[in-house]
């Protein structure tokens, strides 16, 4: 087999991410108004009511970072065999989904935080294969 199991991970793993943050992101601009306001009401009672647009905007930037990262990292990976571009993609998708298990715990919604820790775990393996 002329492709390595290390290898093959790193693609797969980085196109996921880059799925799941490029589409996050891009519903995040294309309906900004739809889901800062779905946000507002959702942390409407917690320390992080008043805050809303700034970390929404924030975590717009983030999600579109690591997916972008990713993408370019998967593509990285394919045509010139290099995981450095998607080793920062998955590093800043952990950032964002640490971000959103933030808000989810402070919003005290904790079945919405409990099915960001699936997402974490794929990403620390990301950052893990994508490292080697």
């Not at 306001?37 to 008043?50: D, I, M, N, V, Y």
């Not at 993408?71 to 952990?94: N, R």
Request: proline share 2%; charged share 10%.
């Amino acid at each position: 087999m002329s492709v390595s199991i290390l290898y093959l991970l790193q693609i797969l793993v980085s196109a996921f991410l880059a799925i799941l943050f490029l589409q996050s992101g891009i519903d995040k601009i294309v309906d900004r108004r739809g889901n800062l306001e779905w946000l507002k009401g959702h942390f409407a009672k917690s320390p992080l009511g008043g805050f809303v647009p700034l970390l929404f905007a924030a975590l717009t930037i983030i999600e579109v970072a690591a997916g972008l990262l990713s993408g370019i990292g998967f593509l990285a990976l394919i045509f010139v065999h290099d995981s450095t571009i998607a080793f920062y993609g998955a590093v800043m998708s952990a950032i964002a989904i640490i971000a959103l298990f933030f808000g989810q715990r402070m919003a005290k919604e904790y079945a919405g935080a409990a099915i960001l820790v699936p997402y974490f775990l794929l990403t620390l393996v990301a950052i893990y294969l994508l490292a080697h």
